[in-house]
């Protein structure tokens, strides 16, 4: 009996490890199939993606040559206006002499040259759709490239889901070669050990049922174009914002909307984050938390690049998360180590980690790869920075104390190392300099008066006291002005001229009107600081103004830096003017002989100008003239009004002084329109009052 | 009874072992073709995206030319248009009594067409696109790069379409064969069980195992004539 049953129980199990073998094998070939489609999927998306991205590369190049031909056409239409502005300007000053002809014949000039930059300005879209905005233009035109960008990394993302799985079926593959190998080995044993192999065998192959199963169903991620839209329409104003310096949140609603669509679309949960970071610390505002959040998901779904990592340690450390930032700043360094900013947050985190060791070491890589990298005007810019960072870091950790200051000077004294001698040069320095003190004025003996740490914005010039000793004559020196963590005004010196020890002082002027804002002085002798001080402009209703020194007309004038000046001196009229170019403010100087040298000579010229003006515009009229201080002379003052070739109401004024020792008579002209009159009259005043007579 | 049961058990086991065997052949074939058409999918797409790049580059060089063409347009369009503006202005002065105005612009007018003219000698004037007028009002700059694609075809290959179309075609054969391998398993799977089977059930392992080889073989038959006839 057992001994018939024996042969009969191995038929069985041997039929049966064979039929198992024959189902195997046609599962391998299915998983075959499987991982053929995946592999060809994956190569198809790869290349798909290649050709996406050499036409993003193409039209971006086709973009960036039709903004470079949008610029030129606008460089002309500003140059036809300024033409226009021109023969204006000198119609007006020729008026002022009473010379109504010429005028008239200037007057048909700035008339040509308005009408050709009019012709110019329907001409390209830079300035008929986009209002002279490069940077939106620029974007706008950049629309098409973004969108194929964008395409190459869906793609390309969607390639390597394939991949994956085409890789996950190769590890399938793999395992069903093991199970065939256990189950012919079960073949040829007669223990019952062959059961335990065919038993292995037939577990294995069901596992792998599963696993492909589970590869089968994983989904590949699809982005709508829908979504595309939307991410470069955020993408754009993101972009806009930042050349702007403003912060990106005007792109979050284009960003959800996109995520709305895909909610695992990684480059917009990364854009999202980008545009939800500040980037200074004091000023924080936007939702770092959710930031960091989409972030973190960008990386779940495989965006491992140094952007990513390096955005997120930076929202860690705002977040105050210290050890994350180190973390992720790191990892972001590893990837592009010569990426200066991710350096400068090294330094930086490690400060705020209470590191100074390790912070003198990452500042050291910083600065060096800031110089290695940079031009010049950014490698000041990554020193400017590092040093606002670490003052916002000091302000925001009390507990830090004064751990920071080394290597705020450090950053401080690179720059002021390359500036001086071109390259990084440690030199010791046994001058000593005493604290600054701010001033308004300065007296015979070279000490500052009127002391001060603010100043109102009326202010032109402010004076800083200097004390030192052990200063040698040969050492070369630079003071450098910073406002609001910006570059102001820097001198470098070759010598020094003041003495051994004293006192001495260094000013910052602006005779258009300091910029309202917190000024840091800082004064190095051979690359070192040697002291530093802080004064402030207070802000008011000025705009930052700037001045103009006219040698053909002999006045100097202030006007808002938004304004363009014209100044001409021919054998018919000496003039100079600042002008508002998006309104009819205008502020001008002309400067004639004196035949009397009495007031005589100013109402005469006044009555020139207005008789041109009563003969050539409408609705003119003009009050008394009252005596008026003009260039710290005394003078006198006539207002009038008219009605432009345009048909708006124009308020204006006439001053003018005679300057006794030239001989010369100074007439200035100031005109708005009547609804902007008010608004402009305190800073034409200002204008007045800083206006200066120089010969 | 028994030794002729014996002897044509054997003649079956000797038909389907060969059958095995043929089967097993065609299948290492049909996988090596299948991989071959899977890399010519690749190799095709791949010269594809090569062809992309080449247009890229020539129409790179194109636009740089455009770029250039345009520049000298404008110059010679705002100069052309300044020549007629300032001569409006020239009669206006001149009628108004001014003649060393006029004067003035009349020489300025003078240098403006001359401008103008100096620009139109750097436009690739074959390309201007005139009005009903016959004035000049742009560039045709589609035909400016075509005829420059037409000129690198002679050299390079910019046309990537018939290289994607290769693609999609290897890689439907690549996964047709792939498919084609699969049932070429099942007609195994079942002669294998024709082969251990020691019933009548073994004769309809083998049926279906014929069977499906032979459909198999029609249906390379038909695609292979569709393919020839250039239907599919």
């Known amino acids: 009996m057992s001994a018939e049953t024996e042969p009969e129980r191995r038929d069985l199990f041997k039929n049966s490890v064979i039929v198992m073998l024959t189902l195997v094998s046609v599962f391998a070939a299915l998983v075959t199939f499987l991982q053929n489609y995946a592999s060809l999927s994956s190569s198809d998306l790869a290349q798909r993606s290649s050709f996406s991205a050499v036409d993003a590369t193409g039209l971006y190049f086709r973009s960036g040559l039709t903004a470079a031909q949008g610029t030129d056409v606008l460089q002309r239409y500003q140059e036809f206006v300024q033409r226009s502005v021109r023969a204006d300007t000198k119609a007006r000053a020729l008026r002022m002499g009473g010379e109504a002809a010429l005028a008239a014949e200037y007057d048909l000039e700035a008339d040509r040259w308005r009408q050709a930059a009019d012709r110019v300005a329907t001409s390209d879209p830079l300035l008929a759709e986009f209002g002279q905005d490069l940077a939106w233009y620029n974007e706008e035109l950049s629309r098409d490239a973004y969108r194929e960008e964008e395409k190459e990394h869906t793609l390309l993302e969607q390639s390597r889901v394939w991949s994956s799985k085409a890789n996950g079926y190769v590890a399938v593959l793999s395992s069903l070669s093991v199970a065939l190998f256990l189950a012919g080995l079960s073949l040829t044993l007669s223990s019952r050990l062959r059961y335990l192999l065919a038993l292995s065998a037939l577990g294995l192959t069901l596992a792998c049922g599963a696993w492909v199963l589970a590869i089968l169903f994983s989904p590949v991620p699809v982005v709508p174009d829908e979504a595309i839209e939307r991410f470069v329409e955020g993408r754009i104003q993101y972009t806009l914002a930042t050349s702007r310096g403003e912060d990106g949140s005007g792109s979050l609603d284009a960003f959800d909307a996109a995520l709305e669509l895909a909610p695992n679309y990684g480059r917009a949960l990364f854009y999202r984050s980008l545009a939800n970071t500040d980037s200074t610390l004091l000023a924080k505002h936007l939702d770092t938390q959710q930031a960091i959040d989409d972030a973190r998901r960008a990386i779940e779904l495989g965006n491992h690049t140094s952007p990513v990592y390096g955005n997120l340690g930076w929202l860690y450390y705002l977040n105050g998360q210290y050890r994350s930032a180190l973390e992720h700043t790191e990892r972001a360094l590893e990837m592009s180590g010569d990426d200066c900013y991710l350096a400068f947050n090294h330094g930086l985190i490690r400060l705020a980690l209470s590191q100074p060791e390790a912070a003198r070491d990452a500042y050291t890589v910083a600065i060096d790869c800031a110089q290695r990298e940079s031009s010049d005007a950014v490698f000041n810019y990554y020193m400017d920075v590092g040093v606002t960072d670490l003052v916002e870091l000091a302000a925001a950790r009390p507990d830090l104390g004064d751990t920071l200051n080394p290597a705020i000077e450090r950053l401080k004294e690179a720059l002021a190392q390359v500036r001086l001698y071109g390259m990084l040069q440690d030199a010791e320095v046994e001058a000593k300099f005493g604290s600054i003190s701010f001033g308004g004025a300065v007296d015979s003996g070279d000490i500052v008066q009127d002391l001060a740490s603010e100043f109102p914005q009326s202010a032109t010039i402010v004076y800083a006291q200097l004390t030192f000793e052990n200063v040698k004559p040969e050492s070369r020196w630079l003071t450098r002005w910073v406002l609001d963590g910006e570059e102001y005004l820097s001198r470098a010196y070759d010598s020094w001229i003041y003495g051994e020890s004293g006192t001495t002082w260094i000013s910052l002027y602006n005779y258009g009107g300091l910029t309202s804002g917190t000024y840091t002085l800082d004064v190095f002798v051979e690359g070192q600081l040697v002291t530093s001080g802080q004064v402030t402009v207070l802000p008011g209703d000025l705009p930052p103004m700037t001045y103009f020194s006219s040698t053909g007309v002999g006045v100097t004038i202030s006007y808002p830096t938004t304004w363009n000046v014209t100044d001409l001196a021919d054998n018919e009229v000496s003039v100079v003017a600042a002008r508002n170019p998006a309104s009819a403010d205008f502020f001008g100087v002309t400067a004639w002989v004196a035949s009397t040298g009495t007031d005589e000579d100013v109402f005469q010229l006044f009555d020139l100008y207005l008789d041109a003006l009563e003969q050539d515009r409408e609705g003119f009229s003009a009050e008394a003239r009252e005596a008026f201080t003009l260039a710290e002379r005394d003078g006198w003052l006539n207002y009038y009004e008219y009605t432009n070739a345009s048909g708006e109401l124009i308020q204006g004024a006439l001053s003018g002084v005679v300057d006794a020792d030239s001989l010369l008579t100074y007439i200035v002209v100031i005109e708005a329109r009547d609804a902007e009159w008010d608004e402009q009259v305190e800073m034409f005043n200002v204008m007045l009052e800083r206006m200066t007579i120089d010969q | ?232």
């Open chain 2, 1 to 232: 009874m028994s030794e002729t049961t014996g002897k044509k058990s054997e003649r079956f086991s000797t038909v389907v072992t060969v059958l095995i065997a043929v089967v097993s052949t065609v299948i290492a074939l049909v996988a090596s073709q299948a991989a071959v058409a899977s890399g010519d999918a690749t190799e095709a797409q791949h010269n594809g995206v090569l062809a992309k790049i080449n247009l890229e580059r020539v129409d790179g060089g194109s636009w740089t030319q455009i770029a250039r063409n345009r520049r000298a347009f404008n110059d010679y369009r705002v100069n052309r248009d300044l020549y007629s503006l300032t001569f409006d202005y020239i009669t206006q002065a001149e009628a108004e009594g001014s003649s060393p105005l006029g004067t003035r612009l009349r020489l300025e007018a003078a240098g403006q067409l001359e401008e103008s003219n100096g620009a139109y000698r750097f436009i690739d004037s074959g390309y201007l696109i005139a009005d009903e007028a016959g004035e000049y009002v742009g560039l045709d700059e589609p035909n400016f790069i075509n005829d420059k694609r037409q000129t690198a075809a002679i050299y390079q290959d910019i046309d990537y379409d018939d290289n994607f179309a290769d693609a999609n075609r290897f890689r439907t054969e690549g996964l047709y064969l792939g498919a084609t391998l699969f049932v070429w398993f099942l007609s195994l799977m079942f002669l294998t069980w024709a082969e251990i089977t020691k019933s009548a059930l073994r004769w309809v392992w083998l049926a279906a195992g014929v069977l499906i080889a032979l459909g198999l073989v029609a249906a390379y038959v038909v695609s292979g004539m569709i393919s020839a006839l250039g239907l599919g």
